[in-house]
């Protein structure tokens, strides 16, 4: 989408504002008392104010000023998401510094290495789990020299020089504004739209993990494009629950919200998000794939117990929704009988999953079935794809509700170019395009052309409607024996469209054919097992059942049936290991990071060739 320079000019700044931290000062003048966030304290939801918001984030601020941060200097948050994380987030943003996440699955090491890439002096850590990742590899990071920790249980007797607890930081910067009011405006007045707005490190999945500078102007421009295209009111309730550490959570639980005055409330744990879900009942909620895929697992498991009746109206129900939903003007007898299947079983089904008031659902971070797409549809929960990368800003395309083009991930922002290059990689050009790695010149280089195009790593098409469909990542490109090019996402992606299936890894890269290596979803089969009364003592004795292996293998015939012949899967096996987002092998959004998988089930792919 070509716009001319003085439009470009015009989405550089929301409501007057270049810049994320003057549109925070102002909305929290403006909202005051009003409710800014949610958060649970000994099991009840307590809400805190944009005030708090505002004074919270100020006395960290000053606190910051008075250990010597400078403008420009990282600051490390090792947190599962809370309040406090935007507390430390904004509060250091404002005096010029640069917020930096670190997912609390890391490793001491993984620590070690995000402290002394970043050159961070200040680390924040939630509490003594996280503080002992620091004490255990507090050698190698030298460069650390103030320790914050936000919670005190456990730690009601540990002293240590370095190390020091929110509650004695707040104080610091009480203290400091009472003797120098005024100091931390002064520092936010100084912060211009180029300058970083925060530091997102990459996964790494392709080498060390690269500090990602998301711009003030990045985020503006994200806010002003969101604002054509998606529709937020003052009254939303959000749920947070992705790591803060993620672009994604970051706009739209951190930037969106301060730009659309919504509530956000953050989720106990990851362990917790679907009672979460339930309880908030957000109006709008953005998710990765494997969200969507755990939602409609544990509808089919409430399925399957429902009885014959029970089976049955959820049936009717779910197809007269499908069919609602595909029309483009319905009758009047489709109109009725969705009325009736909407009162008794579909809306009862949005309350239980906490989707009552869900004006729309968002899948990004990885390619979703749109058979799964659709089957939200027909629950009556309308769900948009888009894409975008931490190297974005975020978002760079995205459906609306409105036009929702399933199977693509939607058309470019209002803003944002996109080009497919002479090797069908697809490239970005716009305000969106990051500000580079962090002191990596050299990879920056690599990522963004002289003139300012982004060098996704997708492979995608760009149709006459202008939606992009994203057809795998580069790197990914099976080359089979024959000499065939193979994008293994859409085949992935409709195995992973089975309850019984978590996720799938696609192997045969210069081999004679095509075989999978599957991730089972534990619940779902440990149900199919016990309705069947077939033994089974753990989840690797649960893969290595014979029924269970049938059971896959009718997944597979089932999925090679959308296929070409050289796109069919010839044998499978399953992985015998339950993998959590401490493993390496998945990242924090729960995706399989195929170079890992790979090297670690060598022996497995072997045994299928």
């Known amino acids: 989408m070509e716009m ?115 050159g961070a002096r200040t680390l924040f850590v939630e509490n003594d789990e996280q503080l002992d990742k620091y004490l255990e590899a507090r050698a190698d990071m030298p460069g650390i020299e ?54 997102i490190y990459t996964s790494g999945t392709t080498g060390p993990p690269k500090g990602a500078m998301i711009t003030h102007r990045n985020m503006i421009f994200q806010l002003r494009a969101g604002r054509e295209v998606l529709e937020f009111h003052e009254t939303d309730n959000l749920l947070c629950f992705l790591p803060l550490c993620h672009v994604l959570e970051r706009l739209v639980s951190v930037e969106a919200p301060i730009a659309n005055g919504c509530i956000v409330n953050f989720a106990e744990s990851p362990e917790t998000v679907f009672d979460n879900l339930q309880e908030v009942s957000p109006n709008s909620f953005s998710g990765v794939p494997r969200i969507w895929e755990k939602i409609y697992s544990r509808v089919m498991i409430l399925r399957s117990e429902a009885g014959r009746v029970g089976t049955w109206a959820f049936d009717w129900a779910l197809a007269i929704g499908d069919r609602y939903a595909r029309a483009e003007a319905p009758g009047p007898g489709l109109r009725l009988a969705h009325f009736i299947a909407d009162v008794t079983v579909l809306s009862n089904l949005r309350r239980m999953l906490g989707l009552a008031n869900a004006r729309r659902v968002t899948s990004g971070a990885a390619p979703i079935s749109p058979d799964l797409i659709h089957w939200f549809a027909a629950l009556g929960v309308p769900m948009i794809e888009g894409y975008g990368m931490t190297e974005t800003a975020g978002i760079a395309t995205i459906n609306t509700v409105e036009h929702n083009l399933i199977g693509t991930v939607g058309p470019a922002l209002p803003g944002v170019e996109m080009r497919i290059d002479e090797t069908g990689e697809l490239m970005i050009g716009g305000p969106c395009v990051f500000g580079g790695y962090w002191n990596k010149p050299e990879k920056t280089a690599e990522a963004i052309t ?56 696609v192997i045969g890269d210069r081999r004679r054919y095509l075989t999978c290596l599957i991730m089972i979803d534990q619940e779902n089969v440990e149900k199919f097992a016990q309705d069947r009364q077939i033994p089974f003592s753990d989840f690797a004795s649960l893969t290595r059942a014979g029924e269970v292996r049938e059971l896959i293998g009718s997944v597979v015939s089932d999925t090679n049936k959308h296929f070409a012949n050289v796109e069919q899967l010839k044998d499978f096996r399953l992985i015998d290991i339950l993998l959590t987002a401490e493993d390496e092998e998945l990242t924090p959004t729960m995706k399989l990071k195929r170079n890992f998988v790979n090297q670690r089930h060598a022996a497995l792919i072997d045994e299928m060739y």
């Not at 939801?45 to 403008?71: H, N, P």
């Not at 020089?161 to 007045?189: I, S």
């Not at 982004?454 to 149709?463: A, C, E, K, S, W």
């Not at 490109?477 to 085949?491: C, L, Q, R, V, W």
């Open 4 to 118: 001319s320079r003085v439009d470009i000019v015009e989405y550089l700044n929301f409501d007057g504002h270049e810049t994320i931290t003057s549109l925070w000062a102002d909305r929290c003048a403006r909202y005051g008392d009003r409710v800014a966030h949610r958060q649970k304290e000994l099991g009840i939801w307590q809400a805190y104010s944009w005030r708090d918001y505002y004074e919270s984030a100020r006395k960290i601020g000053r606190a910051l000023m008075r250990l010597g941060v400078q403008k420009g200097e990282p600051v490390l948050i090792l947190s599962e998401d809370r309040r406090e994380w935007l507390y430390i987030d904004l509060g250091a943003a404002s005096i010029g510094a640069i917020p930096a996440g670190v997912y609390t699955t890391d490793s001491p090491s993984q620590l070690a290495y995000l402290a002394g890439d970043s």
């Open 146 to 199: 103030t320790v914050v920790v936000l919670d005190r249980d456990g730690l009601a007797h540990f002293s240590d020089p370095q190390v020091m607890f929110l509650e004695d930081l707040y104080a610091m910067g009480e203290a400091e504004e009472r003797h120098e009011p005024g100091r931390f405006e002064e520092a936010m007045k100084a912060i211009r739209p180029e300058d970083p707005r925060m530091l």
């Open 450 to 505: 002289c003139d300012g195009w982004l060098h996704t790593g997708d492979v995608g098409r760009i149709g006459n409607d202008g939606a992009l469909t994203i057809t795998g990542r580069l790197k990914d490109i099976i080359i089979t024996a024959g000499g065939k090019n193979i994008t293994p996402a859409e085949i992935e992606s409709k195995l992973k469209f089975s309850p019984y299936i978590s996720d799938a890894v």
